[in-house]
Structures are given as C-alpha cells and as structure tokens.
C-alpha cells in the first residue's frame, strides 16, 4: 500500500488489540478496524484501505 508520509509504496499490517484501543481513545471513533499501519522503520503511520491521508495532521501509533 501507499503510505503518505513515506511517499512510497511499504508493507502495511493490521492493528493490534492495544493499538486499537489506544486509537480509539485518541480519535474518539468506536470503531478502527479499517485501520492499517505503515511497518517502515520509523514510519508508523495509519491510513485506510481506501484512504491514503484519513487524519490532518497525520497520527502515528506510538511505539509499545
């Protein structure tokens, strides 16, 4: 998938049950699932399936 801070395309993964949560509480959605994270080093941001740039300013998962 593309990832909109990296400008490239990175393997994405789908969010654990405590990076749902924490999204959840962040964005006040009740649900994330449709949430993927981009696995670059350093990168961690998140996008849809459909939407490359869902949040502005972009939201990273914080790191465990």
């Excluded at 749902?20 to 990168?43: D, H, S």
Aim: hydrophobic residues 30%; proline residues 8%; charged residues 30%.
């Amino acid at each position: 998938m593309y990832c909109y801070t990296c400008q490239s395309d990175e393997q994405h993964r789908r969010l654990t049950a405590e990076e749902k949560a924490w999204l959840k509480n962040r964005t006040g959605r009740k649900a994330v699932e449709e949430f993927f994270m981009c696995t670059a080093p350093g990168c961690r941001n998140l996008r849809t399936g459909f939407q490359k740039h869902p949040f502005d300013p972009v939201i990273r998962v914080p790191l465990p």
